[in-house]
């Protein structure tokens, strides 16, 4: 089979060796893999989202003010955008099941030992070391499953992935504060340790490499994805389209609450929906991208289809309700759903050897680009007082994103549709 730009092949394999055909009849441990990236990737989850339901706890407990309880709440990402790199480039050359296993294993001890905290200074140095060690769970539990899982199912296995991080959020937002009611704030972080734990053991004991998954990704030796402008390029992009999901699950309930006067209790459905949408959303277009072979073209119409919901969220700001919910919840599931695509393809173009890396690399970029995003989203509201101008600009961030991965779609063809089962081995790229 010819290869591209006279770059020599990476792995020779004889016609259907591990071909998906095959894959998918003779490994159902796959699914066995699946459920430990599941597990592994919705302890990190409550660990980073579950914290800000134990906010008032913390608050009471620690004596904190507002700043401090902020710096607390953010302390675990703080830990896991640091060290997603680092975790990404060791599970390519140790393996996931080490990785996963000494990363959640470790976050596990920090957890505990957050609990027996004496003061904020030490509570936050615990948790930035707890995220730090549970970031292992998202590039290497990433990578497991793009190991196991041929071309044909992995948007929808990656999906289901991905979609473990608002579960995991939603089961620790409803169960930390009964936990802390019952039992105190111990209990509850001990719980968390207990996630983070148990995902630390199913990987040591379940966790195993494919055999042949390595010769399946790419016909040609890749660049280090650190060195790789395409991999760069779609890591911007989706940080673009992750300020959208920052905004919307940061301050839809306040601006239902405070600015239409609904009830906490009817707005904070709205956000359940939203995440329960936008879960179920990561997996459904998976599948669809797996039909298609292409994950690039979904991705940039589900940008357009954020932007035109925002956009008619911004123009609903001040209509009846019945109209407004429905864009709101709309432009949230979009927020939500093109994530795990994204993931996807940046493993699938940077080739299994370094799959780990990429999705590393991934995951620290959106982090840096939407940071400030619910700050800057709040300042406008603020100082504006107009929410349907804050949405508005929020609805040009999508459309910037799709511009700029125009030419991302013709590198996707170029590095992985050569290997399609559905294309003739000798047809030339499009």
């Not at 992750?242 to 239409?260: H, W």
């Not at 400030?372 to 994103?401: C, D, H, N, R, Y």
Request: one cysteine or more; glycine letters at 12%; proline letters at 6%.
């Amino acid at each position: 089979m010819p290869t591209h730009g006279g770059e020599r092949p990476e792995q020779a394999h004889s016609p259907g060796e591990f071909a998906p055909s095959s894959r998918e009849s003779g490994h159902r441990y796959r699914w066995v893999i699946l459920s430990v990236g599941v597990l592994a990737q919705a302890a990190l989850a409550a660990l980073q989202h579950g914290l800000p339901a134990l906010g008032p706890i913390l608050r009471t407990r620690f004596d904190l003010t507002l700043p401090e309880i902020g710096l607390v709440l953010a302390s675990s990402n703080w830990g896991i955008m640091s060290t997603l790199l680092l975790w990404g480039a060791l599970a390519d050359r140790w393996g996931e099941r080490l990785v996963i296993a000494t990363g959640l294993g470790g976050s596990a001890v920090a957890i505990i030992a957050a609990s027996q905290a004496a003061d904020v200074t030490e509570l936050v140095l615990w948790l930035i070391s707890a995220g730090a060690l549970g970031s292992a769970a998202s590039a290497a539990s990433g990578r497991a499953v793009m190991h196991w899982f041929s071309r044909r199912e992995r948007g929808f296995a990656l999906g289901i992935r991905q979609m473990a991080i608002p579960l995991g959020s939603a089961v620790a937002a409803l169960s930390l504060p009964l936990i802390a009611a019952a039992a105190g704030l111990d209990a509850a972080l001990f719980a968390l340790a207990g996630a983070a734990g148990l995902g630390a053991v199913c990987a040591a004991l379940l966790l195993s490499s494919h055999p042949g998954a390595s010769g399946e990704i790419s016909l040609v030796v890749p660049l280090s994805p650190l060195r790789d402008g395409v991999l760069w390029r779609l890591a911007f992009c989706s940080g673009l389209l992750v300020c959208s999901q920052v905004a919307m699950n940061g301050f839809v309930v306040l601006l239902l609450t405070e600015y239409r006067g609904i009830a906490l209790g009817p707005a904070a459905l709205v956000l359940a929906a939203i995440n329960l949408g936008g879960g179920a959303a990561r997996v459904f277009v998976g599948r669809l991208s797996d039909r298609s072979g292409r994950r690039l073209p979904p991705i940039r119409k589900q940008a357009l289809w954020l932007a035109s919901a925002l956009m008619a969220s911004a123009l609903l700001i001040d209509a009846p309700l019945p109209l407004l919910i429905p864009a709101l919840v709309a432009a949230g599931v979009f927020a939500l759903s093109w994530n795990g695509l994204a993931m996807t393809a940046a493993a699938e173009m940077a080739g299994h050897a370094r799959a780990g890396l990429a999705i590393g690399l991934q995951g620290t970029v959106i982090r840096v680009v939407s940071a400030g995003a619910g700050v800057a989203f709040g300042f406008v509201v603020e100082q504006t007082g107009s929410w349907a101008l804050a949405i508005l600009l929020l609805g040009l961030l999508p459309l910037i994103s799709y511009s700029l991965m125009a030419p991302l779609s013709g590198e996707e063809e170029r590095r992985l549709l050569p290997l399609d089962p559905a294309r003739p081995a000798t047809s030339p790229p499009t």
